[in-house]
């Protein structure tokens, strides 16, 4: 039998193309795209990823909505936990959040002394916050995330992870991040970190040259940003644009580094760590560790984050060095 | 409408339950396992990961075989080139092999100063041996692989992988692993590579305590072994396991290190590398680089490994570090 011949298109599509009840794959954006599902599963097929797809069994679909800006939903899936599902890509799972939480959030945090003030844009979930929290020298909180509904269906169906939203410095701002930034007094962070999805959709504008800008502003001399920043198996030339950019922002360091994600595409995920000009910042070697022991405003102690594993995050395979290696510290 | 409405069973097996041409998934192993694909894409479900499935859009159909130990399939992917899958189970794809190939090989050999006599049990498709011929210092280069089809399929369709087999430095034992580590002189080899599929199946004796002792024993004092041992995201018992019974069989060090393969479960696959009691072996600390530009015996410069990349892969995520962090180095 010739491969050709076993190449049919099911009408079976269980989730993906359910348009009526608001559930679209991200192959939506992409007419062309194959649009199909292993029936009762999820799976997750993107222009972004051509040619591949990661599917979860599906237990239950417990949330099921178009807000302004995507198409949001939750199930419960089979071996990992809850899943939180914008325009067809998977956002989180209950079991593997930890690790892109809390390496986007500490990365940054345990590169600087004594942080105090921190914006978060996009993070929705209320993860980061979570993480943020964590740091004691923290005094304010600001998150600003456009999307309501990705707010309530955390709070709702992830409560573990909005538990972040619960601390007292944290300020909720639901609008557009790009223009929060731009009204933002000069150098008023110590910390900024950008948890956005991918660049096709609303958060398209914070992986552009005058958003980077606008945060470099935002920092104080020697502040730092972390962005989500890709795969380097599936996105290294956004990559190579995104550090580009970076290199003519930011005047202190750029640096790339990334973490093991099971449900991410490629099962990994990548992030920009940025200085503005001032107090020199040394990612690699941080200097404010947090103790897993130590965390007075959360309930659980970290599951994935350490030292040891922040200074390896920047070590990147040859073909990754090689493309950005000269252009990062 | 309620998700279990659309949990439905497809007729539409595109390849998994195409038995009739040899062609079956990991799922055959369990009757119970549900058999389903995205029609014309290749679909990797197995009860060794459940509730969960990587997907490979199928462009062609290179080979389909059974041979006496396995199901062997090659095929041409939309994105990730030719794929090589034994019992349903993703091999190697020519895209992301390096890092798998890289990683196995050189954590081991760069690890002890001058390898000279190697033996691989397993790596049937060739890319250990390609690997381990970048080493100038090796004399002898034994392979031990079970599957002639394995050996005979990579050589026809992996001919980039397969050029290890080229190496005149190279010796090929086609047969049991473990009978032919039985027979080995005690003392014989500088290093070990076990280049295995998965414990469900014919390799299922290699990740047993009977088989680490007959290594220990073919090992020179201060030898290593490398051995595929699992995702520390999927199957953290069973990497326990391992710890338990390397711990009390090499008696120099026991350390456990992990990589990105984005088309391997869980996007990562990890390595325990021990040494016997000897010469003391960090392996931490690679004493024994490979340059890039520095392999004689290869067409083709690094992909993936590193010296950097080499100390990072000992990093550990803290749940992991909680589970076997005690009884490694």
Redesign the interface.
Known sequence: ????E?????N?F??NN?KE?GVVSASSNDPNA?S??????F?EISPM?????????????LFQGKSEYQNVTV?Q????GKVLVLDGVIQLTER?E??YQEMITHLPLCSIPNPKKVLVIGGGDGGVLREVARHSSVEKIDICEIDKMVIDVSKQFFPDVAVGYEDKRVTLHVGDGVAFLKAVPEGTYDAVIVDSSDPIGPAKELFEKPFFESVARALRPGGVVCTQAE?I??HMHIIEDIVENCRQIFKGSVNYA?T???T?P???IGFMLCSTEGPVVDFKHPVNPID?NDSQHSAS??????S??H?????????A?KAIGSKTN
């Open positions: 039998m010739a491969a050709e076993s190449v049919v298109v099911s079976d269980a989730l359910n009840n194959i199909s599902v292993i029936p009762g599963w799976s990823w051509p040619g591949e797809a990661h599917s979860l069994k599906v237990e239950k679909i199930f899936s089979s071996t990992y593997d930890c690790a795969s198996w599936l990334w093991t994600v099971p991410y490629s099962g990994m897993e102690p970290l599951k994935f984050y350490n040891e594993l200074t390896a995050a920047f070590s990147l395979p040859s073909f060095k």
